[in-house]
């Protein structure tokens, strides 16, 4: 079976899960969206209000600051990675994912990880790094490194929303990331 297939059915498997108790706030699950065959993979927290209601990640605010800084300085469209979330289910209003929710989303995110097989994996904000470098050391001290995770080199950078309540530094911050996960890519091919 192709990854494109196994993917299609970890997606229909995952859009009746009741695993956590954000299964009864959702509009709908919001399972990770892009090329099956990606090299690069960008993991955020979770859906928005936007994302609920769409089906999709990042398509508010924060996906169009994402969508600029991967077109400008990695010279991608989003079809062409792959983009996922540590939890598939909206937290209400916009909360923080808590951990049992984070652990019951896992086996989906780490399956799409290794489906994709991408060479690269950005990780937007805390969240996203701390469970997959499962750490506590926050974002700050972590960017503008590279770690190994599971045979993949792991770029983490602060979330697109830090960036557009930050300003400048933080999104000159995040330029640097991409372009550092850029160069990455072109090792991994
Ligand atoms: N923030 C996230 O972490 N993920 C989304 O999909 C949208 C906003």
Do not use: W
Not at 3 to 14: D, F, S, T, V
Not at 15 to 35: E, H, I, K, P
Not at 42 to 52: A, K, L, N, Q
């Amino acid at each position: 079976m192709s990854a494109a297939e196994e993917l299609a059915r970890l997606r229909e498997a995952a859009s009746g899960c009741t695993r956590c108790a954000l299964a009864a706030g959702r509009t709908q699950v919001v399972f990770g969206v892009g090329d099956p065959d990606a090299d690069l993979m960008f993991v955020g927290e979770g859906p928005g209000r936007d994302e609920d209601l769409r089906g999709e990640p990042f398509v508010g605010r924060s996906g169009k600051l994402l969508d600029l800084l991967m077109r400008q300085e990695i010279g991608i469209e989003r079809d062409r990675c792959y983009i996922a979330n540590v939890v598939l289910c909206r937290p209400p209003g916009n909360r923080d994912p808590l951990p049992a929710e984070i652990d019951a989303c896992r086996p989906y995110l780490e399956g799409q990880i290794d489906l994709v097989a991408p060479g690269v994996v950005v990780t937007l904000g805390n969240f996203a790094t701390k469970t997959l470098l499962d750490t506590t050391e926050g974002i700050s001290k972590l960017r503008g490194r590279v770690f190994a995770f599971r045979g993949v080199h792991l770029v983490p950078t602060y979330h697109p929303a830090a960036a557009l309540r930050g300003g400048g530094e933080v999104v000159a911050e995040m330029r640097a990331d991409f372009v550092r996960a850029k160069a990455l890519l072109r090792e991994a091919r």
